[in-house]
């Protein structure tokens, strides 16, 4: 059914609308203390998240139990991450953007070297702070990303894969990757191996969260020499020979 356009009212509504702007424009920006209040609440709020769904589980964890620990409101809770869902999700990005942050920023192999050897450096670095929280880690993996909040998740994805295009930009820019190479597409191929090698040692180690994950960083090592050598064989402007370097080389890490 089409209705009838009425310009009576529309210009109504526009009024309205016109109204409900000025009355909030006029509202007073929230001071400073207001500000802080509300952040030292969703910081709360956040930590008695993160602390119950690690103890309980996601299912177990209740925004009742949440607020009481938190000392805030339902309605406070509510407000700042709006359902249980969203709560993980803002729990997921504070904590793997944290993570992140500390691969990239604390890389101990040094801005000269080769990319692979930094790129093998920073993921075998997140890799280790995710096992070193698997309770965390095995909720992360499998709920988060999805429903209210997913945002916050997602934004915290495109830090890791932003980040780690950059370093391949810059080893297209030192003559280690070709121009041609896409390095989004190879942030994503590396993302879905770091992934599956971390959704692996936690099948592996469903209780030791003191588990030395050096194996699975090996396996991690492998796995992405795998996806250069499949990469290589893809690319035919890359010479053969190339797959004769990378089958005979004996450091995992370059």
Known sequence: TVTAYDPVAMHEAQRVFALQREAYLRQPYPSY?????N???LERILRAGRELFAQHGYAGATMNDVATRAGVSKGALYFHVGSKNGLLNEVFGADFNGWIDEAFDQDPVEP?????DRLVG?????VALMCAAPDLTRIYMADAGA???RDRAVDAMDNLLGRTTALLDQAKERGELRPEVDGRSLAYNLWALYFVEQHRWLLDHPNAPDADPTPEIEALRRAVTQQFDEYVKLNKKIPPASLTSIAGNDDAGR
Not at 112 to 116: D, E, I, L, Y
Not at 122 to 126: K, N
């Open 122 to 126: 920073i993921y075998a670095r997140l």
């Open 147 to 149: 429903g209210e909040g």
């Open 39 to 41: 952040l030292d609440k």
């Open 33 to 37: 203390e207001e500000r802080r209040a």
């Open 112 to 116: 000269s070297a080769p990319f692979s």
